[in-house]
C-alpha cells in the first residue's frame, strides 16, 4: 500500500497538479476575467500591508526562479562553472534568507488578514487557506535546511533536480528516484504540488498577468450610489 501511495503521490500527482494548473487557468481566464485579481484591502492597516506584501513578493519571486533554475537546469549545464556540492551551499544560503525574507512578509499578511475583523469579513475561505498553505510551505522548506546540511556533497538536490526534471519530460522511474529521501523533501514537494493544484481556485491567478495582461480586460463597471442623487458609473 506504502508504495502505491508513493508512487502515485510523486509519479502521477504531479501530472493532475499541472493540467489542473494550466487548464484551469486557462478557463478562468475565459469565463471570469472579472475576478482575475488579488483582491485589495489596502485601505486598511496600508502600513502593516504595505511591508508583509514587499517582503513576500521580493523573497517568493526569488524562490520561485531559484527553484524553477535550480531544479530544471541538467547538471550537464553547469557543472564546469559550479558543482553540485557548492550549488547546493549557495542554494541553502541563497534560499535561507529570501524565505525568511518571504516568511516575515508573508505572515504579516496572514496576521493582517486573521486579527483584523473588518479584513477578516472581507475575506473568502479560500483567501485565508491560500495564505496559510504558502505559511506552510516556507517553514517546511526553511525546514529542509538542516536536512541539506547533513548532505553537503549535493547529491540528495542532484535526485530531487532529476525527479522534477523527469516529470517535466515525461520519463519515466521519477518516484523510485525520491523513495529514499528524507520526509521533509517529500512533504515540502507534496504541498508544493498542491499549490499548483489549487492555484486557477483562488487570487494566486493574478500572477500570470504579471501584470501587463490585466490591462487588456473588459472594463470592470462599478455603481456608486450617493445618499443623494442618481448613481454613478465608474470603469476601472
Known amino acids: 500500500m506504502t508504495d502505491y501511495l508513493h508512487l502515485f503521490v510523486f509519479g502521477i500527482y504531479p501530472y493532475i497538479c499541472l493540467s489542473v494548473f494550466l487548464l484551469g487557468s486557462l478557463l478562468r481566464f475565459d469565463r471570469e476575467q472579472y475576478t482575475w485579481r488579488s483582491g485589495s484591502s489596502q485601505l486598511l492597516r496600508a502600513r502593516q500591508l504595505r511591508w508583509g506584501s514587499n517582503l ?13 533554475v535550480g531544479m530544471l537546469t541538467p547538471h550537464e549545464v553547469y557543472e564546469h562553472v ?4 557548492a550549488k547546493q551551499l549557495m542554494a541553502m544560503i541563497s534560499g535561507g534568507i ?36 504558502l505559511w506552510l510551505q516556507l517553514v517546511l ?36 528516484l525520491i523513495r529514499d529521501v528524507d520526509w521533509v523533501f517529500k512533504a515540502h514537494m507534496f504541498l508544493g504540488l ?7 481556485f ?13 490591462v487588456f480586460r473588459p472594463y470592470q463597471v462599478v455603481r456608486k450610489r450617493g445618499a443623494r442623487g442618481p448613481s454613478r458609473e465608474v470603469r476601472t
Open 82 to 85: 559550479i558543482g553540485a556540492g
Open 194 to 200: 498542491t499549490i499548483f493544484l489549487i492555484f486557477p
Open 141 to 176: 522548506g526553511l525546514a529542509t535546511i538542516p536536512f541539506s546540511a547533513g548532505h553537503l556533497d549535493g547529491s540528495v538536490m542532484m535526485v530531487l533536480s532529476e525527479w522534477a526534471q523527469r516529470i517535466v519530460t515525461f520519463r519515466g522511474g521519477a518516484a523510485d
Open 56 to 68: 513576500f513578493h521580493v523573497g517568493i519571486l526569488f524562490l520561485f526562479l531559484g527553484h524553477f
Open 202 to 214: 483562488g487570487r494566486l491567478v493574478h500572477i500570470w498577468s504579471a501584470p501587463v495582461w490585466y
Open 98 to 133: 529570501a524565505g525568511v525574507v518571504c516568511f516575515v512578509g508573508l505572515t504579516l499578511l496572514l496576521h493582517r488578514r486573521l486579527l483584523d475583523a473588518r479584513i477578516r469579513a472581507t475575506s473568502s475561505a479560500m483567501d485565508i487557506a491560500i495564505l496559510a498553505i
